[in-house]
């Protein structure tokens, strides 16, 4: 069954030119692109984003690094999504990812590490409801 994930394509990968070559591997991995935008974000809207991580070592810093340039917020759809796109980006830390996966083309670090992904149904839901509206969602 036909399921949607949310991504980001986060600071680091905008600024340097990677978000068309992305978009491009997450195509080519069979998802469709159901919505898309481009926007930057405050760090009070950053910390609303990633308020799981609020007690996290990490928090100022993601919360900073997430607001400090343009995104793209999408919402993609194929079968088994979250999972499948989660192996499509690679582990967390760029060092640990597996050769061809995203984090492992084009993260620098665990904290730029190029691309979001939704880890759960639940999670997926809040995070697609949190940038993007119904009518946008067509
Ligand atoms: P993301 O999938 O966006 O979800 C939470 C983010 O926290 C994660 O990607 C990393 O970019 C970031 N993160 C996790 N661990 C660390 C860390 N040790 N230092 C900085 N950022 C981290």
């Known amino acids: 069954m036909s399921q949607r994930t949310f991504s980001i394509i986060k600071p680091d990968a905008v600024k340097k030119g990677h978000a068309g070559a992305i978009l491009a591997e997450i195509e080519k991995a069979g998802f469709k692109i159901v919505s898309i935008k ?6 009070a809207q950053a910390e609303g984003f990633y308020y799981v991580h609020s ?4 928090f100022g810093e993601l919360t900073e690094f997430m607001s400090s340039g343009p995104i793209f917020p999408m919402v993609l759809e194929k079968e088994n999504a979250i999972a499948d796109l ?13 050769e061809g996966t995203i984090r492992k083309q084009f993260a620098a670090s665990i904290g730029e590490n190029a691309i ?3 880890d759960a149904e639940e999670t997926a839901a809040f995070e697609i409801g949190y940038f993007f509206a119904g ?3 067509k």
Request: aromatic share 6%; glycine share 6%; charged share 35%.
């Open 38 to 43: 481009k926007v930057s974000i405050s760090k």
């Open 55 to 58: 007690e996290r070592p990490f």
């Open 86 to 98: 989660r192996k499509l980006m690679g582990a967390t830390d760029p060092a640990k990812a597996e």
């Open 116 to 118: 979001h992904g939704s």
């Open 135 to 137: 009518y946008e969602l």
